[in-house]
């Protein structure tokens, strides 16, 4: 079955340091993906999208990499903040317009 | 451009009661979206309306049922609540019409039923 899962539960890193959260997914027709922040108390704030014709994308700090040969999905955050402390979501589509489907969240920890 | 907002932010209910819970889509949004989030866990998807109508719906049983209004605002009801319905309810909107446009998620309702 469909399913999008997280490598790890929690990553604590350096402020200032990059950090890479990983996500693998299993449905090989998925073919748009998102990542996601939440902070407590708020709901999912979009970070960056990639749509499967592509392995790479950017955007302001963050870069979002696609592996569909071994289904893998990275988002890296460069010159991580404490700002930048949340649960972190990958998540999957399969056709435009359909639902998305979300793995567990990575707990994303910076120390100062 | 104002972004999704829901309403209550936080409700308790008593279990085998009704709830409506209400959305306000993103301006310029057309599909609205709803998703069940139990503590701890990642999002998962409830159903869809596009056009007023429901195309798409995820594994919850018939007593989850929603409305998408002209202006494209929406309720989820549920009735006959149970002890395991305690989550946050999240609403999300995006733009049906522009391939795959991301979604904009509120900051839900915080359902506790005792």
């Known amino acids: 079955g469909e399913s999008v899962g997280l490598h790890l539960p929690t990553l604590s890193v350096q402020e200032g340091d990059n950090s890479i959260i990983n996500c693998a997914y299993s449905?090989?027709?998925?073919?748009?993906f998102i990542w996601y922040k939440q902070e407590s108390g708020k709901g999912p704030q979009f970070i960056i999208d990639?749509?499967?014709?592509?392995d790479k994308r950017q955007g302001q700090r963050v870069t979002v990499l696609l592996n569909k040969t071994v289904k893998h999905l990275s988002l890296q955050i460069a010159a991580t903040q404490p700002g930048d402390s949340a649960v972190y979501f990958c998540?999957?589509?399969?056709?435009?317009?359909?639902?998305?489907?979300f793995g567990k969240g990575i707990t994303l920890s910076v120390r100062p | 451009e104002t972004g999704v907002t829901q309403s209550p932010t936080h409700l308790i209910k008593t279990r085998g009661q009704q709830v409506t819970l209400r959305c306000s889509s993103q301006?310029?949004?057309?599909?609205v979206s709803w998703y069940q989030q139990a503590l701890g866990q990642g999002p998962q998807f409830i159903f869809q309306?596009?056009?007023?109508?429901?195309?798409g719906r995820g594994n919850f049983p018939p007593r989850f049922s929603g409305l998408q209004f002209p202006n494209y605002s929406s309720e989820l009801n549920v009735n006959a609540l149970e002890l395991d319905d305690s989550a946050l309810y999240l609403c999300?909107?995006?733009?049906?019409?522009?391939?795959?446009?991301?979604?904009?998620f509120g900051n839900g309702t915080r359902l506790t039923v005792t």
């Open positions: 449905n090989s027709a998925s073919d748009y």
């Open positions: 998540a999957e589509r399969t056709g435009a317009n359909s639902k998305l489907t």
């Open positions: 990639i749509r499967s014709n592509m």
């Open positions: 301006s310029g949004h057309n599909t």
């Open positions: 309306y596009y056009r007023e109508e429901e195309n």
């Open positions: 999300a909107s995006s733009y049906a019409d522009r391939g795959s446009s991301p979604l904009h």
